[in-house]
């Protein structure tokens, strides 16, 4: 179809439940809302506090915590206190000891954050060296979780600790695969921050990266999601599967298709995912990215054979979504591909999107 005008488009007679009438109303509506990809955006955390002086015993009264520690081992007690002279800090009492004048201030500790052992408040803080201490000791245990069910490799790979990471990946008593309350493991972390070493490493040390959250979503998911092409490629190349969906049919395409990430996109298509994959809500990746106005990303989906046609369930077309948001490029771009503009919304359907609106 050649190159049309979309005013004079638009001022074509149509009848009932077209393009026209569809470019009041919202037509997607929340069919594709946050809470419903199962790929909800992980939170990040703040990033960790220079580490000037990488000791245990900085983590540890950065934490607050000194006493604590004192109370379970009377030898680490010593030690600690040791190391505390040695670097002049005075000492308030047998237990506690003051932070130097010139370091920062404690922070308040996160809402729900209540670390259970001095490993995650370690980990936490950015100290490498005083993790390291912490693995030496007899007993340590390295799998112990938070209010929030994270061991403290979740923690290192959420603050994009890489350092912290690997010791704690090659400690022999870590749980590669330990879930927390979310059901996420420490790859969905790796696969979400774009540590591609990481995941690497943890691929050989056999984690498995076809774990499943809660929602459904796999780490293969959470790469696309932010947009990292290298750490999809690593996971897809070692048995991630390019298909797979969450629990509300979301497939790592939808994701980086809402994204704009060009690149993850023409990776999923040239392994010949499925480019016409609907969620349960009956969305395509050339819905989404219509939706988002991400010109690229549709032109990218259109020259790998996405259906320019393909309704929703409420019979809603990715042109009815580029004029009701007036994306004009991308409707030019869809009538070019062959786009009807004539296409109409069921009238249940139309009912529907007006109340969704």
Request: hydrophobic share 40%; glycine share 8%; charged share 20%.
């Amino acid at each position: 179809m050649g190159q049309m005008d979309l005013g004079n488009m638009l001022e074509v007679q149509l009848d009932n439940n077209t393009i026209l009438r569809v470019s009041n109303i919202n037509p997607t509506g929340k069919e594709f809302n946050k809470k419903q990809l199962g790929a909800r955006r992980f939170l990040s955390r703040r990033k960790p506090m220079s580490a000037a002086a990488e000791d245990v015993t900085f983590a540890l009264i950065n934490s607050g915590m000194f006493g604590t520690a004192a109370k379970s081992n009377e030898e680490l007690l010593l030690t600690l206190q040791a190391r505390a002279e040695g670097r002049g800090l005075r000492r308030r009492s047998s237990e506690i000891v003051s932070l130097p004048i010139e370091s920062p201030p404690m922070e308040e500790p996160e809402p729900n954050f209540m670390p259970l052992s001095h490993l995650h408040v370690a980990v936490r803080e950015g100290h490498v060296h005083s993790v390291s201490f912490l693995l030496e000791q007899e007993g340590s245990e390295v799998n112990t979780t938070d209010t929030n069910g994270n061991t403290p490799l979740h923690l290192a790979l959420e603050e994009r600790q890489e350092k912290i990471a690997t010791l704690l990946i090659n400690h022999p008593g870590m749980d590669l695969d330990k879930p927390n309350l979310m059901g996420r493991r420490p790859i969905h972390y790796a696969a979400l921050q774009g540590m591609e070493g990481i995941v690497k490493l943890l691929i050989q040390r056999n984690a498995d990266l076809r774990c499943a959250d809660e929602g459904g979503v796999q780490p293969v998911h959470a790469a696309a999601d932010r947009g990292h092409t290298k750490t999809l490629a690593i996971l897809l190349d070692n048995g991630g599967e390019k298909d797979v969906t969450t629990n509300e049919g979301i497939a790592p395409l939808h994701l980086a298709a809402r994204g704009g990430h060009v690149a993850a996109v023409k990776l999923l298509v040239g392994l010949k995912c499925k480019v016409n994959a609907i969620t349960s809500n009956g969305l395509t990746a050339l819905h989404i990215a219509v939706q988002e106005g991400n010109l690229r990303v549709t032109e990218a989906l259109l020259e790998s054979g996405s259906d320019v046609n393909i309704k929703t369930h409420k019979g809603i077309a990715p042109l009815h979504i580029a004029c009701k948001d007036g994306h004009e490029r991308i409707a030019h771009l869809l009538l070019n591909a062959g786009a009807n503009p004539n296409t109409q919304v069921m009238q249940e359907g139309w009912q529907e999107a007006g109340e969704d609106r």
